[in-house]
């Protein structure tokens, strides 16, 4: 049905089969939708947080998203500055995963503000002390790069490529796309630094407050690190699930590797940061603040194994693994560290938000526990939902994957 | 970011007797009623509601009969060094007055993000989750005129009653006056307190009886050590409760025992636990 | 954000915070323009049509 769209020399499911495919992504999508409806009408009254958890799960998934989502900027990086040309057999996946979490995280925050209304008094009555001004300021520019990144892209369909006009304008913005990659790198830097900053700076929450320099705690460069570890991890397990699902090879193995090899040192360079930054901080700010390791873990589910998961399970572990070359080129263990990096990373994010909000400062104030609301989980959902329906209607309609012919030869 | 403000013109503060307090709740109520402070039928939901002043109970964690219980007021800290929530702030919506020392809250341009909350260890900001007072039911006549009421999904929090400050600076104003005197200017929960617990007034003035009172010994404030300078003072002869203000690893903490400022005739009884 | 806007404050950290913030745009922006005007010369057959 819609086999004039599709690109030339390579095969798809039938429309049906794309058509139901996307029905369960349409079903989060529509939970989603109603969730948000009830939020912006309603109020955030609709969900579970208070003024204990004023963060609550929609941060976790925005800076999850953001982090996993920096894959698109550090393989632009490589690709387009660094000149690693094995790597733009890869680039553009990246680049719509950048585009979805991005867009996916604005949107979430949108819902997640009290007066939605009122969002642009970020940038109107800007206050550059504020990490989240920067955050704000970055991710919103960053999200016009990743469009601008995607329009070529879009602009390779077979379709639109036959308008003249476009197929040229895609290839002029194509041509200039490292001044692009470069200004999307230097933003995306500061917010990935910012988004750590906005934690670290809470110097009055001992749980979260770090030391640092200058103006940036060291969870500014431990955020950017760490994002930079598990961006490249993220592209992988979405090639993947992809490469999974469409039953093909479609990006060659040096690619990969290639973005492993970097994510394994980039991962293990972390891991002695920010258990420096750990120790540093167990023996620094804590007995300063009058408080133990311990005593923050006293009460709850967020106990200590959060902390060991990060460090040991999530991190060491995925970076030996990653480090190793018979491990990374054996495709299971591959994707179980990839799988870890990531979830290491999210944990580390959840630590940071929900963990700190959880631990009372006052010593005669009480632990308070928080779960999410059906709407909450929505929102978080259709995220995904989203995620999935674009990405599979790029790979449907946009030649994404530049070896798929190469490796996939239609043999008729 | 200007540090401190010493030499702004004035510094209002407090000083909470712990030992006065009975934790009958009359400051809650007080500041809740001048403040225009939203409520819902039902008010069970804790983690909700909005409490500008709000009490705390602690005990000695004694057995019977030494148990002793008592209670922390908690208004905003209005902090003087650095406010963890003012310089968190995306849209400028909160400041420290470096002329008053009040840490103000500008509702129509908070946007809700929620970061000051996030920011603050005393639990001081409210988010309204909800509309703010039950539609037709009367209610907007019982509002005080001169403090707006707050939309939903903004931040808000103890202003020091900062319009009486303005009330009682147009009085003196009328009557030509440049200075307040002490005691023209206090917030409703000083006012309330059926036993006289709080104490108000500017501790940049010498002769106002809040900068007398934090000198004394028995004097403290909420988790000192943090750097927040607080300019709510707490004031307790017990030991344990001044132990309570602060986190304190085993052995930091020094009590105050048997100093020759216990003769002092405002002083009250000199600590009683052992620690 | 805008200069004109009366939250502009003129000390140096507003400086290179906004400083940086229109370097960005303005790069976002010129990129833009110029792969908008090479197009429409090459559109228009005053340059050569590059291919990949």
């Known amino acids: 049905m819609d086999s004039p769209l599709l690109p030339h020399g390579v095969k798809r499911c039938s429309t049906w089969a794309f058509f139901f495919w996307t029905l369960p992504w349409l079903a989060l999508l529509a939970w989603g939708g109603l969730s948000a409806f009830l939020c912006l009408w309603k109020g955030l009254n609709q969900t579970n947080m208070s003024n204990v958890f004023a963060f609550a799960l929609w941060i976790v998934f925005d800076l999850a998203v953001i982090a996993l989502g920096a894959g698109a900027f550090f393989t632009g990086f490589l690709t387009y500055i660094m000149g690693q040309k094995e790597l733009k057999n890869i680039i553009k996946p990246a680049v719509i995963i950048g585009f979805i979490c991005y867009s996916g995280a604005m949107a979430m925050l949108g819902i997640d503000i009290g007066q939605p209304i009122r969002g642009w008094f970020i940038f109107w009555h800007a206050n550059i002390h504020s990490m989240l001004v920067e955050v704000s300021f970055c991710i919103t520019c960053y999200l016009m790069v990743l469009a601008i990144e995607f329009i070529p892209i879009i602009l390779e369909n077979r379709k639109l490529e036959e308008i003249k006009e476009l197929r040229i304008f895609g290839h002029s913005l194509h041509e200039i796309m490292a001044v692009f990659a470069a200004t999307g790198t230097f933003l995306s830097f500061f917010h990935q630094g910012s988004l750590g900053g906005m934690f670290g700076v809470m110097y009055a929450r001992p749980f979260a407050a770090r030391e640092g320099f200058y103006i940036w705690p060291w969870t500014f460069f431990l955020f950017v690190l760490s994002a930079i570890a598990c961006g490249p991890c993220f592209t992988i397990l979405c090639t993947k699930l992809t490469e999974f699902f469409s039953r093909k090879k479609l990006v060659p193995d040096s690619a990969i590797q290639l973005l492993a090899k970097i994510s394994a040192w980039l991962l293990s360079l972390y891991m002695v940061l920010k258990i420096a930054d750990y120790l540093g901080w167990m023996y620094g700010i804590i007995p300063r603040s009058g408080l133990t390791f311990e005593s923050f873990f006293r009460e709850g589910p967020y106990g200590v194994y959060l902390v060991v998961c990060e460090i040991i399970v999530c991190g060491i572990l995925p970076a030996i693994i990653l480090m190793v070359p018979k491990g990374r080129q054996n495709q299971g263990w591959l994707i179980i560290a990839c799988l870890l990096n990531c979830t290491g990373i999210v944990l580390n994010r959840f630590l940071f938000i929900v963990v700190t909000l959880a631990i009372p400062v006052m010593p005669f104030d009480r632990f308070w526990g928080y779960l999410p609301t059906w709407q909450e989980w929505g929102i978080g959902f259709a995220v995904i939902g989203y995620g999935f329906l674009l990405f599979s209607a790029a790979y449907r309609y946009l030649p994404i994957f530049p070896k798929e012919r190469e490796l996939n030869p239609i043999t008729e | ?275 | 954000m805008t200069p004109f806007s009366f939250e502009w404050q003129w000390n140096i950290e507003y400086m290179i915070f906004f400083g940086l913030l229109y370097i960005a745009l303005g790069i976002i922006g010129i990129g833009i323009i110029v792969t908008v005007i090479r197009t429409g010369l090459q559109a228009l057959g005053f340059m050569r049509e590059r291919h990949f």
């Open chain 2, 1 to 275: 970011m200007k540090k401190g403000n010493d030499h702004g013109k004035h510094k209002y503060g407090m000083v909470i007797d712990i030992d006065k307090c009975t934790g009958c709740g009359t400051c809650m109520v007080a500041c809740a009623a001048e403040n225009n402070v939203s409520v819902r039928a039902d008010q069970s939901d804790k983690e909700r509601t909005i409490t500008w002043m709000r009490l705390y109970k602690i005990s000695n964690g004694k057995e019977f009969p030494h148990t002793e219980v008592s209670y922390f007021p908690r208004p905003c800290m209005h902090c003087d060094h650095h406010p963890p929530c003012v310089s968190v702030c995306v849209a400028t919506a909160t400041k420290l007055d470096f002329n008053t020392g009040i840490v103000s809250q500008i509702y129509t341009r908070c946007i809700g993000c929620r970061y000051c909350q996030a920011a603050c260890p005393y639990g001081a900001r409210y988010f309204n989750w909800w509309d703010a007072f039950p539609q037709d039911k009367g209610m907007d006549r019982y509002l005080t005129p001169e403090v707006s009421p707050r939309m939903r999904g903004v931040v808000e929090k103890c202003t020091f009653c900062h319009h009486r400050l303005m009330r009682a600076k147009t009085l003196a104003y009328a009557e030509d006056r440049r200075e307040l005197e002490e005691g023209e200017y206090v917030t409703a929960c000083t006012e309330a307190c059926p036993a006289q617990a709080i104490t108000f007034g500017d501790l940049n003035n010498p002769e106002h009886e809040v900068s007398k009172l934090i000198k004394h010994p028995f004097t403290f404030r909420l988790l000192e050590r943090i750097g927040t300078e607080p300019k709510v003072y707490y004031h307790s002869s017990r030991d344990w409760v001044r132990k309570l203000g602060d986190n304190f690893l085993p052995g930091e903490y020094t009590p105050v025992v048997n100093k020759t400022w216990a003769e002092e005739e405002w002083s009250t009884k000199p600590g009683r636990d052992e620690f």
